[in-house]
T-cell receptor
Framework: EAAVTQSPRSKVAVTGGKVTLSCHQT?????MYWYRQDTGHGLRLIHY???????EKGDIPDGYKASRPSQENFSLILELASLSQTAVYFC???????????FGPGTRLTVL | GDSVTQTEGQVALSEEDFLTIHCNYS??????LFWYVQYPGEGPQLLFR?????EKGSSRGFEATYDKGTTSFHLRKASVQESDSAVYYC????????????FGLGTTLQVQP
């Protein structure tokens, strides 16, 4: 049974539109993360959260917002999607006891 | 700042070949080191971790030894299989940090039958 799920798995959006990517975890972990993956850049951290109702900026937060309404759910929001945000997005969770992160299957976002 | 460098961007081998993927790190504190593997269409999954100098991590025939002296954590496997074809990421986390993983750029391994 998958412990970190993401929806949608794939999305096509128009430039300037709003996009929301959702993540749900059943690991009972406090920490959740959003990464983007691009060829040549590997995985880069966008936002993370260590408690519900609080989010922190990662290494590349510009153009993205995050929301953590509960321990289990973490959303990534693109208010005005741009071509440069075409990428694969991964959500992950961890408990910091072992510092191991568990990743979801990813969302492939294409902005046209 | 803290960083991870993977020397090889792509590695092409035949089945039963020996694999080495080089990973070097730079960290201000005492990091925990990881190897993650990502298969096509999936998210990265933890292969193994090591938290202290000279500790060996291993899983599925892969292994790496934490070397604080050379700041390295090279991934090795004695005999690769076609099913090992994937992208491999070396990563570090600073103990006591906010859980931020720092990844290398990844190494794509292609194993021919």
């Amino acid at each position: 049974e998958a412990a970190v799920t993401q929806s949608p798995r794939s999305k096509v959006a128009v430039t300037g539109g709003k996009v929301t990517l959702s993540c749900h975890q059943t690991n009972n972990h406090d920490y959740m993360y959003w990464y983007r993956q691009d060829t040549g850049h590997g995985l880069r951290l966008i936002h993370y959260s260590y408690v519900a109702d609080s989010t922190e900026k990662g290494d590349i937060p510009d153009g993205y917002k995050a929301s953590r309404p509960s321990q289990e759910n973490f959303s990534l929001i693109l208010e005005l999607a741009s071509l440069s945000q075409t990428a694969v997005y991964f959500c992950a969770s961890s408990d910091l006891t072992l510092y191991e992160q568990y990743f979801g299957p990813g969302t492939r976002l294409t902005v046209l | 700042g803290d960083s991870v460098t993977q020397t090889e961007g792509q590695v092409a081998l035949s089945e039963e070949d020996f694999l080495t993927i080089h990973c070097n790190y730079s960290a201000s504190g005492y990091p925990t080191l990881f190897w993650y593997v990502q298969y096509p269409g999936e998210g990265p999954q933890l292969l193994f971790r090591a938290s202290r100098d000279k500790e060996k991590g291993s899983s599925r025939g892969f292994e790496a030894t934490y070397d604080k002296g050379t700041t390295s954590f090279h991934l090795r496997k004695a005999s690769v299989q076609e099913s090992d074809s994937a992208v491999y990421y070396c990563a570090l986390i600073i103990t006591g940090n906010t859980g931020k993983l720092i990844f290398g750029l990844g190494t794509t391994l292609q194993v021919q039958p």
